[in-house]
């Protein structure tokens, strides 16, 4: 499995465990603020469990919420953290 493929699967495993909803691994553009399956808590959450995952550190100052709004942005944004 490719680092691309294997960061995209923990990125959703984790999301559907914060989120509570198992739609994130299936609808990539499900908007996650809207429909109330993120929010500021949550954010910080996933922020956290993200770097536990990954291995990465991302500050909550460095998120901005469109960023973040959908599951497709989250993997960009974490595919740009690692790929530095």
Do not use: C, H
Request: glycine fraction near 4%; charge should be negative; aromatic fraction near 4%.
């Amino acid at each position: 499995m490719s680092d691309t493929v294997l960061a995209t699967t923990k990125v959703l495993d984790v999301l559907a465990q914060v989120t509570g909803e198992n739609e994130v691994r299936t609808n990539l553009d499900l908007p996650l603020f809207d429909l109330g399956l993120l929010d500021s808590l949550g954010t910080v959450q996933l922020i956290i469990a993200l770097s536990d995952a990954l291995g990465i550190d991302i500050a909550p100052s460095e998120v901005e919420r469109d960023q973040w709004a959908t599951p497709r942005k989250i993997i960009a944004y974490v595919e740009k953290r690692t790929s530095r």
